[in-house]
């Protein structure tokens, strides 16, 4: 086996672990059997079944086997992985793809050619300068796919890639399909060809769709040395019935990518207290379209919000309802877009797939469904009966409302299929970003019953009405004072009961397109020591030079008419009103100098859940947790040691960040602590050793994952690296209930509340530089009211994801709940529950602070700016009679331990 190349494959193509897996059972087989041209074929099964048990036939006349992957986890990067793999290691140059409709078969020449977004060999150098030659059903008569045809052979590899449903079709009748057919130009069929190459490899895309076809019995002829078929559904639907793959070699189930987190969760929806004996059949209906709506607007709000505040791309998503029939399906768009379904909001925002849907119609519905994902489509609702099969890669699908008649498991698994994808590619921790909700009011009992089966892709359920609020959701967008100030006009600011002088500086438009593009070119100075430095006279011309390539293409005549001094003025003014509105907040990477020691911390090993026990020779074990069969080894190969201890001591030194030097005796300490724990249990020693043989991966895997909460790093020194002097202030972004209005700061919330107070949105602020702000406690509320009391304070506010950038413990980064900035000093502020204050997790982030404070203070003291300090405040310490002095004398934290910071 090439380790080489899988591992060049991997890394370069960013294979996830069963996509690695894949390609390590390619690369064995390519060991144990010959692939050549009219092999034995028997020889060859026999040879795989003998250490892959679970294929038990190729149901070819050729080797073919099936890699079995949940849908979302990356088939077609496989497929190059596969390719570039073969051509590496074995020298194959031939290719031959199937896809099963047009959709796939369009999306598989897109995916194969260089330069587009998800081109599968970009980073492998071997393609970089000569990239495979891509021949398709529709260009191939044109000989370009023959190398006896070409003056000069450069020695790249052809893939085809050839759409089944067309040859099927062609193959009707008894008929040949066209590429057997003789071609003039090529002097032969192409099929010939194909069929005449000693070194043709087929890549079967969904396969399960055509299986049993005409056209792929005439394309199996083309005797390739190897078949390699990749389905989520290794089944082919005989009636009623489903007769599993024989060929199977890998399977990755959905249950295995949802744990994984490759996919989406499903989860399946009600109502709170909700009763369908209450309900008609059409009231049933109409209720869970309702929901479906109301968990569609909620999503689409928490999408919008997590991308504003983590400067991502905003998702569009969209509701997939699913019809009884053609009839049904029409109704239903009918019932969504008329003024009576949620006062017409929907009006052309739905689109319906079924068969009746014909012509030029049916083509402006597919390309919008094709587009769905697109920002500017306006769709959001979908209705389809049976339409939608593999190949409509959607990842915005977040909503589905199934209404037609169906058992629980046949309901989950046929409705989710198309909506697992994730938008940003992995999950990000957001519940609702990271889930697909099936609304099933009267199906939400038997299928929570059926998520109790391990194998259940549903594992949690959600009420409307408790964990969704029935008003809906609203995406609130705060603009920094600052912002405002700039582009309010003085109307419109009076309308709104403020100063006109404090919410406008500039009245003509014109003037304010200045102010704005000042804003947006300020952006590009954050790497200057601070904000005051925006008002160098070099700073400032670059500046003005900058605005006018901005402005004067959109402005023409009235940039002009303002003439530049006035520029300049708009300029000087808007940058002195920055400084005066914002916080500079320095970026910090605060690095060891000196000598720097960094190692493992003395500590007992958690055995608590080591239970493994021996295993008899080449055991197949059934995994409860995928269904998975996996073959463990049978002892071959694997050294004897002196210790059994040794066993665990030689993998854990295979670790990078392990030094056996430096660890030996923790090392042996923590592996005798393994064997210790397995003789508690196991009486002979002989079945002690055959578990550390066994199952020694696992120990060292839970052994080094117990290290790493134990590592530390000294150094004799730590200096701060500056990398930008501020950062200039964002939109904040926010959820709330549809019917939330902004509230008084001041006035207290009512006991009965305070659970819900990281629901409301508090304004009527003077010294915040945001209007509005969010509180996770009333304890944040009333440190508030004490920072809009105190004279010596200037301006504050609550800082957003990225506006600080505190790393503890290893790569997590923490987040201040206030930063503020009085006459004298700045401060970060992190109110508290008093029984908190001496736990762990809240003193490393209290540290990391502390420690960032000192540099940033450091970092001011060079131009005269004022110092930082850190304040941890117990919520018993918050009263309206404190002023900030008085909790900073109280509530100053002091780095624990200087030279043993965990993590860094």
Known sequence: MSIQHINSISNRLSLRPPQRDSLEILARICEIITLEKNSDTAQALEIIKSEFSTVEDFERDFPSLCFALATGVGKTRLMGAFISYLYM????????????????????????????????????????????EIITGDDYESGRGMRGGRLFDMGEVHVNIFNIS???????????????????????????????????VMLMDESHRYRASAGVRAINELKPILGLELTATPQVERGQRAEPFKNVIYSYPLSSAMDDGFVKEPAVATRENFDAANYTPDGLEKVKLEDGIRIHENTKVELEVYARNNEKQIV????????????????LQQVIESEDFFEGRYKDKVITIHSNVRGEIKDEVVEQLLTVEHPDNPIEIVIHVNMLKEGWDVTNLYTIVPLRAANSRTLVEQSIGRGLRLPYGKRVGIPTVDRLTIVSHDRFQEIIDHANDPNSIIRTGIVIGKDIPEAGKKAVIVESEFEKTISVPPAKASEKGEAAESRSLFEKPEEQEVAKATFQVIRQYERLRGSDQLQREDIQEEIVKSVEEIVRPKQGLLFDALGEKTVAKIVKETTTLYQNLSIDIPKIVVLPKGEVAAGYEDFDLNTTNINLQPVSQDILIQHLHDMQRYKLRDGSGIIEEKRPEDYMVRGLIDFNDISYDDHAALLYKL????????????????????????????????????????????????????????RTLRPNSYTAGADEVIRNFRTPIPEGKKNRIRNMLFGEFERCLYSVQKFDTDSERRFAVILESDEDVLKWYKPAKGDFQIHYSHDKSYEPDFVVETKTDKYICEPKRA???????VLAKADAATVWCEHATIHAKTYGGKSWTYLLIPHDQISEQMSLSGLASKCTHKERNRNARPGR
Do not use: C
């Open 835 to 841: 029984s908190e204050i001496e736990d762990e997790t």
């Open 89 to 132: 290691s074995q020298g194959i140059r031939h290719f031959f793809v199937l896809a099963p409709n047009l959709t796939i078969y369009n999306k598989l020449i897109a995916d194969f050619k260089p330069n587009t977004p998800k081109y599968v060999f970009q980073g492998i150098s071997e393609f970089a300068v000569n990239p495979p």
């Open 316 to 331: 569009k998503p969209f509701m997939l309802v699913v019809a009884q029939d053609t009839t049904h399906a029409n109704a």
């Open 671 to 726: 592996a005798g602590q393994v064997v210790t724990h397995l003789r508690s249990y196991l009486t002979e020693e002989e079945d002690v050793l055959n578990s550390l043989q066994y199952h020694q991966q696992i120990l060292v895997n839970l052994i080094h994952a117990q290290m790493q909460d134990h590592f530390v790093e000294s150094a004799t020194s730590y200096e701060a690296h500056v990398t930008k002097g501020f």
């Open 166 to 200: 067309k040859i099927n079709s062609e193959v009707r009748g008894g008929k040949s399909p066209r590429i057997k057919r003789l071609s003039e130009y090529i002097g032969q069929s192409y099929f010939d060809y194909l069929a005449g190459l000693d070194d043709l």
